[in-house]
Each structure stands twice: as structure tokens, then as C-alpha cells.
């Protein structure tokens, strides 16, 4: 029998927390499995019978090599989720697709490079590449660092990136965001994180914001919305194996995480076994 890949980074490999859990569940139920590192050139990945993308979170300064790879991936074997929907849900321009077809998406400004660096909100606000993962290169600003603000959007402008700039939701300083986890397009559960963009905020080893989690259960209303996101997904949710939802409250949509989310795995339990038979499902289709 091929094993399963699970995709990592080099960099990611020793700090995501749901790798050991997932080998093992895939373990418990006969499917071999190993991590693998998604730009290492000695890996032929004919060898699997399954690539999932899981924690390659250095992909964002080499985006357009990493779908590249994608494709080239699933042209030997399977690879979860798709191809077309890491191209599509890695650039965060998505938003305005899922806004246009009636999502609650928050209020996003959208600058370009060379575009003027114009902020057109009141109150505190946050800016953020469009191209980004792990809130790295996103700060939270008041009217009174307009100066900074402007300067971190013409640093994004600099190297090229699209910039987003949204109003800062000050209900996730209490509430937090809740961020609700589907298994092959079925709710599997969700988890409360505190707020991210502090003037403290501490990054691990470069790659992503350190968060504070909790088990949550959400609410109907974060239900039916986070329904919703992902029946607006091009090609159906029934193609995609895993996905997180983000809201904040209201709810409103903050981001839709296809490529390669976290999925707290220890914080609800059996989900990692939930997936490990999902993937079993997945590999027994013709």
C-alpha cells in the first residue's frame, strides 16, 4: 500500500501540533503515512497515494512556486485540497468573491501597488498583504499613527503586493474569533482565539503569530455563516477535505483557510481521527 504524504515545511515541521496526533490516527487505522517537506527536490511524490497539504507555512515569499509545485503534484497523485483551490485560496482577493455572492465578509479596502496609500476608515484599523499567512507583515493601528500605517502600506507597495486595509473589529478584544473546522465539508468543531494584533504580539520562529485557544461552541448564527462561506466555494465544498472558517463577531467572515490551517486537533477530541477516515474515504474513490 502507498502511504499517505503529509505536507509540511522544513521550518514547520517540529512545531505543528497536529502532525504526531494525525500520524497516529492514520497509524490505528492501517494507512501509512509519513511528513514530508513540500520543496524537498529528492521526494517523488508518485511514491504516495495522497499528498495533504498541512503545514507549509513558508510558502507566502514563494507563492507563485508553491501552486507551481501544487500542479505539479497532482499530476503524479491525489493532493489535497486541489491544486485550483490553493491558487485561489492563497491570495486573500477571494474575499470579494465570497462578498459578491452575499457572504458577511468585513469591510476591506483594496490598494494596489501604485496605488495612493489612502486609509478610508475612522477609528482603529489593519493592514495586511493580500499574499500572508500567521498575521506576519499585519499590524493593528489608531487615527493617530496614520504616518506609521501609510508607511507600512507603501512597504507592501514596494515589493510589489496588494494591500488589504479593514476596520479593526474591536469585539474580538473580548469575544475573540471563532474558528470553526469541517472535515470533509462536515462540521467537525470549533475553537475560540484571542485577539492576535497586540503591540506585544510574539511570532514562533518566524512563522506565526503565538495564539491564545480555547474549545468554543459557536453560536447558530456562526453557523449558518460559516454554511454559507463554504457553499460559495468555486467547484463545491464536497472537494475539499479540510477548512476553517474564521469570524468575527457579528458574525463576519475574516478569512476562509483552505491551503494549509491549523485544526486544533487538541482541542476537540477524535478529530484527528475524523480526518484520518476521511482520507481513508477519500483514497477508496474511483
Known amino acids: 500500500m502507498k502511504p499517505v504524504a503529509l505536507v509540511t515545511a522544513a521550518a514547520a515541521r517540529a512545531l505543528d501540533e497536529?502532525?504526531?496526533?494525525?500520524?497516529?490516527?492514520?497509524?490505528t487505522?492501517?494507512?501509512?503515512?509519513?511528513?514530508?517537506?513540500?520543496?524537498?527536490?529528492?521526494?517523488?511524490?508518485?511514491?504516495?497515494?495522497?499528498?495533504?497539504?498541512?503545514?507549509?507555512?513558508?510558502?507566502?515569499?514563494?507563492?507563485?512556486a508553491?501552486?507551481?509545485?501544487?500542479?505539479?503534484?497532482?499530476?503524479?497523485t491525489r493532493l489535497a485540497n486541489s491544486p485550483a483551490i490553493l491558487r485561489w485560496?492563497?491570495?486573500?482577493?477571494?474575499?470579494?468573491?465570497?462578498?459578491?455572492?452575499?457572504?458577511?465578509?468585513?469591510?476591506?479596502?483594496?490598494?494596489?501597488?501604485g496605488d495612493?496609500?489612502?486609509?478610508?476608515?475612522?477609528?482603529?484599523?489593519?493592514?495586511?498583504?493580500?499574499i500572508s499567512a500567521g498575521s506576519k507583515d499585519t499590524a493593528?493601528?489608531?487615527?493617530?499613527?496614520?504616518?506609521a500605517a501609510v508607511a507600512h502600506i507603501r512597504r507592501l507597495q514596494a515589493d510589489r503586493r496588494t494591500v488589504m486595509v479593514q476596520p479593526y473589529l474591536s469585539g474580538v478584544d473580548e469575544h475573540g474569533e471563532t474558528g470553526m473546522v469541517f472535515l470533509a465539508g462536515e462540521y467537525s468543531h470549533a475553537i475560540r482565539k484571542g485577539a492576535i494584533l497586540r503591540p506585544d504580539v510574539q511570532y514562533v520562529d518566524g512563522?506565526?503569530?503565538?495564539?491564545?485557544?480555547?474549545?468554543?461552541?459557536?453560536?447558530?448564527?456562526?453557523?449558518?455563516?460559516?454554511?454559507?462561506?463554504?457553499?460559495?466555494?468555486?467547484?463545491?465544498?464536497?472537494?475539499?477535505?479540510?477548512?476553517?472558517?474564521d469570524l468575527a463577531p457579528g458574525p463576519v467572515l475574516?478569512?476562509?483557510?483552505?491551503?494549509?490551517?491549523?485544526?486544533?486537533?487538541?482541542?476537540?477530541?477524535?478529530?484527528?481521527?475524523r480526518l484520518a477516515r476521511a482520507i481513508s474515504a477519500w483514497l477508496r474513490r474511483t
Open 18 to 27: 497536529d502532525l504526531p496526533p494525525l500520524l497516529l490516527a492514520l497509524e
Open 29 to 64: 487505522i492501517d494507512l501509512p503515512a509519513e511528513a514530508v517537506v513540500w520543496d524537498d527536490p529528492a521526494v517523488d511524490w508518485s511514491r504516495y497515494a495522497i499528498a495533504i497539504v498541512r503545514s507549509t507555512w513558508d510558502y507566502v515569499p514563494r507563492r507563485d
Open 66 to 76: 508553491f501552486v507551481a509545485w501544487a500542479e505539479r503534484v497532482a499530476s503524479v
Open 89 to 113: 485560496n492563497t491570495d486573500k482577493r477571494y474575499l470579494r468573491e465570497l462578498a459578491a455572492g452575499g457572504a458577511p465578509v468585513v469591510t476591506t479596502h483594496w490598494i494596489e501597488p
Open 116 to 130: 495612493p496609500a489612502r486609509v478610508p476608515f475612522d477609528g482603529a484599523f489593519v493592514v495586511k498583504p493580500a
Open 140 to 147: 493593528r493601528y489608531g487615527t493617530s499613527e496614520m504616518d
Open 207 to 245: 512563522l506565526f503569530a503565538k495564539e491564545d485557544l480555547a474549545r468554543r461552541e459557536p453560536s447558530a448564527a456562526e453557523r449558518a455563516a460559516a454554511e454559507k462561506v463554504l457553499d460559495l466555494v468555486p467547484g463545491g465544498r464536497e472537494q475539499l477535505l479540510y477548512a476553517r472558517v
Open 254 to 273: 475574516l478569512e476562509l483557510e483552505l491551503a494549509e490551517p491549523s485544526l486544533f486537533f487538541a482541542l476537540s477530541d477524535g478529530a484527528e481521527h
